[in-house]
């Protein structure tokens, strides 16, 4: 699949089959979130793939009943929890070197994103999900002081198709120079 095709085609998905994501496929896709830049090449971001049920339930529990992913946290395959060592990315010598702090939130993201489009790449779905308990996540797989889950996936096959949803104009958010008024 062509990267640009990859990009447009990629969606939300929260319906998932209950087939198996073959061990190839994702070590291809955790290669591809490794090769995710990061500050200083700090390598922040860490990935825990969970394919036992009980975790995965854990995770899932760790959602409030809310979030429309909560479904697909039960149906897929495999769950991945994006996590961050903290205090590593956007610091220098143990002290933040901007306003924004700890930047491993960009860092995983980052991950993330990468991760979510080779899945896509390969016929498999994603979303992104940012609404959850991370303490409660980080427990479920048994984070390490100073490392915390910051985003969750349901991994595996769609079950059904997704709409295309709009997109703004990018006169509606590309600037040129600075931001003009009105």
Partial sequence: MELYQAIAGRRSVRRYTDQPVPREVLERLLTAAQWAPSWAHTQAPEVV???????RDALRASLPETNPANRAMGEAPLVVAFSARLGRA??????PTTIR????????????QNFMLAAH????????IGM?????????????????VVALTPLG?????TKVPPRKDPAQ??????????
Wanted: aromatic share 12%; proline share 3%.
């Fill in 49 to 55: 793939v969970v394919d036992d049920a009980q975790i």
């Fill in 90 to 95: 956007g610091f220098k010598k143990g002290e």
């Fill in 101 to 112: 702090g700890d930047w491993m939130m960009f860092d995983v993201a980052l991950a993330m």
């Fill in 121 to 128: 790449a390969e016929g498999l779905a994603t979303v992104c």
């Fill in 132 to 148: 959850f308990d991370a303490e409660a996540a980080s427990r479920a797989v048994g984070a390490p002081e100073g490392t915390t």
């Fill in 157 to 161: 096959y769609p079950a059904a198709e």
């Fill in 173 to 182: 958010f590309v600037h040129w120079n600075h931001y003009a008024e009105g």
